[in-house]
């Protein structure tokens, strides 16, 4: 049983939150294997917002065994070298350590995320944050300076669970147009589509979890 059997936060995602609301209309970027992959403009920020969409066949509580597992990172998160856990404040909040590739001759990206999990009837939501200052910076890596990622999860009656993933980053440091864009659409598309496949091993796929919606 994982630390979701209490709430807990062992996420391992870039997560976040409420200035994710963005501005304009989505565009569709790429449509493929049912995944839908979206992108807008949103002011202040140096790249797009993306937003993949995609329904997996699994329960919630075999998603949210996956986001649990710091271990698997680099499995099924499109660049994620590792992730750690830093800190858990409390069972709905925890700070986590990312390491991310990134493509020749572009350096590697490090982040610092609180992250934090609401439970409602109907979804699952796990939002955060960058926290850039929190742990020293490591000559070898970039450090983001801001971003923000949104995993949502509702269920549908087909048996499936519809899972949206959101980001916004700034990369930091001098980044060629052709990088950030390829990660734009890469990022959601290939995390969601090894997502689809991974879930369905039998540590997550078996997985009993204890929810409550919070009040």
């Known amino acids: 049983m994982t630390s979701f059997a209490k709430i807990g936060t062992c996420l391992i995602i870039f997560v976040s939150a409420h200035a994710m609301a963005g501005e ?6 790429k449509d493929e294997e049912s995944i839908a992959v979206y992108t807008r403009a949103v002011p202040g920020w ?7 969409v995609a329904e997996i066949e699994a329960r919630i509580e075999s998603l ?11 499995r099924w998160i499109h660049n994620c070298i590792s992730s750690e856990a830093v800190e858990l404040p409390d069972r709905y909040n925890k700070y986590s350590y990312i390491r991310n590739k990134a493509p020749w001759p572009v350096k590697k990206r490090d982040a610092i995320l609180l992250t934090t999990v609401t439970v409602a009837d109907d ?12 742990r020293p910076r490591e000559r070898k890596f970039v450090r983001i300076p801001r971003q923000e990622i949104r995993w949502l999860l509702t269920p549908l009656n087909n048996g499936k669970v519809q899972v949206v993933f959101e980001g916004l980053f700034d990369p930091g440091g001098s980044v060629p147009n052709w990088a950030v864009n390829r990660t734009l659409i ?14 369905r091993e039998p540590q997550y796929r078996d997985t009993v979890l204890q929810m409550e919606a919070q009040r």
Request: aromatic share 8%; charged share 35%; glycine share 6%.
């Open 46 to 52: 140096p790249v797009r917002q993306f937003r993949g």
């Open 186 to 199: 890469d990022t959601p598309f290939e995390t969601l589509k090894d997502m689809r496949e991974v879930v």
């Open 24 to 29: 304009g209309d989505w565009t569709l970027e």
């Open 123 to 134: 979804r699952v939501e796990i939002t955060g944050t960058a926290r850039p200052d929190y």
């Open 64 to 74: 949210l065994a996956l986001l649990d597992d710091n271990a698997a990172c680099e």
